[in-house]
């Protein structure tokens, strides 16, 4: 009866995930507390997965990685990666993003550079961001704490035999096929779209309306005037004199000489053009452009699927919303009542508090350079790279545990004021953690049920012919099709106890059918929705689905045939 119901809880678990627009996190505790509360699992069990040592290591990793990014060297580096040679850009590109991305955060790496590629006077930046993101997921497989992914693999062969992943076991396979891929990318960049795309512009999501002397505002708030009941412009912005009033409360009072932001369908004119003495005008430079910024909203954000009206987003970040980009064009009509799905790209008009929501980081990927967060002196722009060059090169010597040298970096980190006690809580990877301790507790309920054991002997019994080879490559193309569909974690949260299932049947080494998984979850170039930096330059380059796949396909077989290729020469079959 146990493995009927366990088998039923990952039947409903898939089914979600894939047919679903459930967040994974949601998906993930239902199914761990439907477990649990069936005595799939014990208490203990359950609290044993939430503190895994590998788990920890990423919790921490992310937390370090806060202040990571604020280093100054990728941001010095920006301005020079693209030069008048197209393959000499994509080759610098490639290289330091990937370099990067194998120490830092790829998400914060792509961030960093995507606005200084995409507004480049040499290249059309469709021609540089999907080379850019496929870097960044390349070098996430050169390090243990290159990808979230890789942790997360880690963490369940820590949990299965007490022995995770070490800093490079990754770089051996990792680092030929970044090589191979950054090859194929110079061979086929025709493949890459050349999508003109309009650079982004105030004015073009904006009107600004001057309230003279004798207006009938004057003198009222701007609820007792009507202008938050515009069909298809709403009110942004308020400019006084040298001051900026931004979000504007519906209790504030207009004075002659206002200048009212709106913005919307800035097309229409009529509703404006009824206000009796309104001025209409294009929108000044000056005191606007220091608070606008370009976000782009992250899968499985708490805004996907809801409105701008139905998340009460002004409130929620401080923030108006200008204009929306999805596909590379402009939304119109109201914005208010538009659904916001992943990827979407957000012009916002910040207030003074934006950057202190604690909801950012799960929400949005901040495309600008100048604003993604303060940068640390020189001095410790010095000490803090030395700090983390040490904590790898003694946790790569076997010298320091991981997560001993990562909990020593953040100490240091939060001693000398890089990064604040406030920060980390903004970041904490509440709903990660959620999920692998969620997928951790199934594995440990699969195991329980001695649905793990049944699996293995009908493997044994049914897959012997096929040899170890192919096992492989089933174990990598399904992961590989699953990090296509899902999140790149959820593949590896689901793929793994099949893979070591499969290693045990064959009596072979399980490190690599475990290696496969990393990879295969890694693996995600064919569409916009598997991995977070290809979500991040989708509207950027303007791109459509089919894009990825004619860029990716080539890049997908050239990855997998090298990894396939160099898993069993560096983890043997048989130890």
Same mark, same amino acid.
């Given at each position: ?91 610098? /590109? ?35 961001? /999907? ?27 820590? =949990? ?192 003074? =508090? ?212 160099? /898993? ?8």
């Amino acid at each position: 009866m146990d493995q009927v119901i366990i088998s039923g809880i990952f039947l409903v678990l898939i089914y979600h995930l894939v047919f679903t627009d459930r967040p994974p996190t949601w998906v993930f505790t239902v199914a761990m507390l439907a477990a649990y509360f069936m005595n799939l699992v014990s208490t203990h069990e359950v609290l044993d997965k939430a503190t895994n040592t590998g788990l920890v290591t990423l919790i921490l990793l992310i937390l370090v990685s806060v202040g990571l990014e604020k280093l100054t060297w990728l941001t010095r580096l920006s301005g020079r990666l693209v030069t008048a040679g197209y393959y000499s850009s994509i080759f610098r /590109i490639s290289a330091v993003t990937a370099v990067f991305s194998a120490f830092v955060n790829n998400t914060a790496v792509v961030a960093t550079l995507a606005n200084s590629v995409r507004s480049n006077p040499h290249h059309p930046g469709s021609k540089l961001l /999907i080379p850019l993101s496929y870097a960044a997921i390349l070098g996430g497989t050169l390090t243990l704490i290159g990808t979230s992914t890789n942790l997360v693999v880690s963490s369940f062969l820590e =949990d299965a035999t007490g022995t995770g992943l070490a800093f490079f076991d990754f770089f051996y396979v990792g680092a030929p096929a970044a090589v191979v891929g950054v090859v194929v990318l110079m061979l086929s960049t025709r493949l890459l779209p050349t999508h003109p795309i309009e650079p982004v512009d105030v004015n073009e999501y904006l009107i600004e309306a001057e309230v003279s002397s004798e207006s009938t505002l004057v003198g009222n708030t701007i609820l007792e005037n009507g202008l938050r009941d515009l069909q298809e412009l709403f009110l942004v912005e308020l400019v006084r004199g040298e001051h900026l009033i931004s979000p504007v409360s519906p209790f504030e009072h207009i004075e002659a000489g206002d200048k009212l932001i709106f913005s919307g369908n800035v097309k229409q004119l009529s509703a404006l053009e009824e206000i009796s003495g309104l001025r209409i005008f294009a929108v000044q430079e000056g005191l606007l452009n220091e608070n606008v910024i370009e976000a782009v909203i992250l899968p499985n954000a708490t805004l996907e699927g809801q409105t701008l009206k139905s998340a009460g987003f002004r409130s929620l970040f401080d923030a108006a919303v200008l204009g929306i980009r999805r596909g590379g064009k402009r939304l119109s009509g109201k914005l208010g009542s538009i659904t916001l799905q992943a990827g979407d790209s957000l012009m916002l008009a910040v207030g003074p =508090d934006f950057y202190e929501r604690t909801n950012l980081g799960k929400n949005f990927a901040i495309i600008d350079d100048e604003v993604i967060g303060a940068r640390v002196s020189p001095l410790e722009n010095f000490l803090l790279t030395t700090a983390l060059v040490a904590v790898v090169t003694l946790a790569g010597l076997g010298q320091l545990s991981l997560v001993k040298g990562l909990a020593l970096l953040l100490l240091g980190m939060l001693v000398s004021g890089v990064v604040k006690g406030a920060e980390l809580r903004r970041r904490f990877p509440f709903e990660l953690w959620l999920i692998i301790a969620s997928a951790l507790t199934l594995a440990q309920a699969l195991t329980n049920s001695g649905l793990v054991a049944e699996i293995t002997q009908y493997m044994h019994s049914n897959l012997q012919d096929l040899g170890p080879h192919m096992a492989l490559l089933g174990i990598f193309l399904l992961t590989l099709f699953l990090t296509e569909i899902m999140t790149n974690n959820a593949a590896a949260a689901l793929s793994f106890p099949l893979a070591f299932a499969l290693a045990e049947s064959y009596g072979l080494n399980h490190m690599p059918f475990v290696m496969a998984v990393a990879y295969g979850a890694s693996a995600s170039f064919l569409t916009p929705y598997g991995y977070t930096t290809n979500l991040m330059v989708q509207n950027l380059g303007g791109y459509q689905f089919r894009d990825y796949f004619r860029a990716g396909l080539p890049m997908s077989i050239a990855y997998s045939a090298t990894v396939i290729f160099l /898993i069993p020469e560096f983890f043997p079959f048989f130890s």
